[in-house]
C-alpha cells in the first residue's frame, strides 16, 4: 500500500491503496463517487470515462500511481445539479433508456465539446465511437451533443 495524492473534482483527496488499483475502483469504493460506472474493464466500452486534465479517459484501465498530480473530473464534479450543456441536452433529447452507459458517454461528450465547440459530424462519430451503448441510442446520442453545440437537435 501507498499514499496517493489525488485531484478530483476540485478537491484533494489522499489515499493508501495498491498503486496498480484502477482510478475507477478508487472513485467508486474508496470515494464513494459512484456515477463513473464499470461496464468492461478493459477501456473498450467507455462507462468508466472521466477527465483527466480535461482529456477523456478510460479510469478502468488507469492505475492510481499514474493519476497522482492530475486533475480530474467525473460526472459528479461535471455539475452539481445537471446544469452542464451536454447533461442538459441529454435530458432534452431523452437519451437514456437504461441510463448504465450514461455517465461516461456525457463525459466524452463533454471533453468534446470543450476542445471543438461545433464539432463536425466526423468528430462526433470519432469520439463517441469508442463507446457501447447497450441499449443503442446512437441516434439520440448525435442529437443531443447537436442540441448541446448549439447546431441541432431533434426537439
Not at 492510481?64 to 452539481?80: D, F, N, P
Not at 465539446?113 to 441516434?139: F, S, W
Request: glycine share 12%.
Amino acid at each position: 500500500m501507498s499514499r496517493y495524492n489525488l485531484f478530483i473534482n476540485h478537491r484533494k483527496y489522499v489515499v493508501d491503496v495498491d498503486g496498480s488499483m484502477p482510478l475507477l475502483w478508487v472513485l467508486r469504493d474508496r470515494l464513494g463517487l459512484t456515477g463513473t460506472k464499470y461496464g468492461c474493464g478493459v477501456g473498450t466500452c467507455g462507462a468508466c470515462t472521466v477527465h483527466q486534465d480535461g482529456v477523456a479517459v478510460r479510469s478502468c484501465t488507469l492505475a492510481v500511481a499514474a493519476a497522482q498530480g492530475r486533475q480530474y473530473t467525473t460526472i459528479e464534479g461535471l455539475s452539481t445539479d445537471g446544469s452542464h450543456r451536454s447533461q442538459r441536452a441529454w435530458i432534452e433529447e431523452d437519451v437514456a433508456q437504461c441510463g448504465f452507459c450514461q455517465p461516461g458517454m456525457i463525459m466524452e461528450a463533454a471533453a468534446l465539446l470543450n476542445a471543438k465547440p461545433q464539432p463536425a459530424q466526423a468528430d462526433v462519430e470519432a469520439a463517441m465511437g469508442r463507446h457501447i451503448c447497450r441499449c443503442g441510442t446512437y441516434t439520440r446520442i448525435r442529437a443531443a451533443i447537436e442540441r448541446a453545440a448549439g447546431t441541432g437537435g431533434t426537439r
